[in-house]
């Protein structure tokens, strides 16, 4: 297990250090998207997450669209009510750093900046997101994530704070600590293909979350 925080350092060195040894660990350890074994994990998650009452009883859902060897939510996707709304992220703007989410299939998704898919801009907006399923580069038990530094992820669940946040990855996500800056917002859940863990993170008075529930 990576230990996050060094003796010495301000947090963003902490936090660039540790997103330099992420990176190295999913391009060695990650499954690419579509594999049979990322399938596997995919599948493992979705059974996890669709344990949570939040997460089966939620009428609308964001997810977003995995790339390379992200953990890929397609198969929860798949497996949700007909009845939930399910949305993509958008980069509205870039500064401040700004997110919108969509309504569309994965198939309507268009290619954008930073190589990621996207909702074309015609695309409807989301009602308001019960669940964020969130992808990250690291994860902790306390429910603090790392991302790749832009922002984008804290801004918009900073603007949702009812909503539920899991954060999914690999076991190899899963670290002992995050660094944090006031800035960071934290998650409720954090699944794996073999951990599901209730954080706590924000006291936030869902029954299933003050527990862990691996």
């Given amino acids: 297990m990576?230990?996050?925080?060094?003796?010495?350092?301000?947090i963003k060195a902490d936090k660039a250090r540790l997103r330099g040894e992420l990176r190295r660990l999913r391009s060695e350890r990650g499954l690419e998207v579509g594999s049979p074994a990322s399938r596997q994990a995919a599948?493992?998650?979705?059974?996890?997450?669709?344990?949570?009452?939040?997460?089966?009883?939620?009428?609308?859902?964001?997810v977003y669209a995995a790339r390379g060897r992200e953990l890929d939510p397609s198969d929860l996707v798949a497996r949700l009510s007909d009845d939930t709304k399910v949305s993509y992220p958008r980069v509205a703007q870039?500064?401040?750093?700004?997110?919108?989410?969509?309504?569309?299939?994965?198939?309507?998704?268009?290619?954008?900046?930073f190589d990621l898919l996207e909702p074309p801009a015609t695309a409807s907006l989301a009602p308001p997101i019960e669940?964020?399923?969130?992808p990250g580069l690291g994860f902790d038990r306390c429910g603090r994530r790392?991302?790749?530094?832009?922002?984008?992820?804290?801004?918009a669940l900073r603007r949702a704070p009812l909503a539920v946040r899991v954060g999914?990855?690999?076991?190899?996500?899963?670290?002992?600590e995050i660094p944090v800056e006031e800035c960071d917002e934290p998650l409720d859940f954090i699944i794996t293909p073999t951990q599901k863990l209730?954080?706590?993170?924000?006291?936030?008075?869902f029954r299933s979350a003050k527990e862990d529930l691996s």
């Avoid at 990576?2 to 301000?10: E, P, Q, R």
């Avoid at 870039?94 to 900046?113: D, E």
């Avoid at 790392?146 to 801004?155: I, R, S, V």
């Fill in 2 to 10: 990576i230990v996050a925080l060094g003796v010495a350092g301000t």
């Fill in 131 to 134: 669940v964020f399923v969130v």
């Fill in 94 to 113: 870039l500064s401040p750093p700004t997110l919108t989410f969509h309504v569309v299939p994965m198939s309507a998704l268009v290619v954008a900046g």
């Fill in 146 to 155: 790392l991302g790749h530094g832009k922002g984008f992820y804290d801004a």
């Fill in 43 to 62: 599948k493992a998650v979705a059974d996890a997450a669709l344990q949570l009452p939040e997460v089966y009883e939620a009428r609308s859902v964001a």
């Fill in 168 to 176: 999914i990855g690999y076991d190899f996500q899963l670290v002992s």
């Fill in 198 to 205: 209730a954080t706590g993170a924000r006291a936030c008075g």
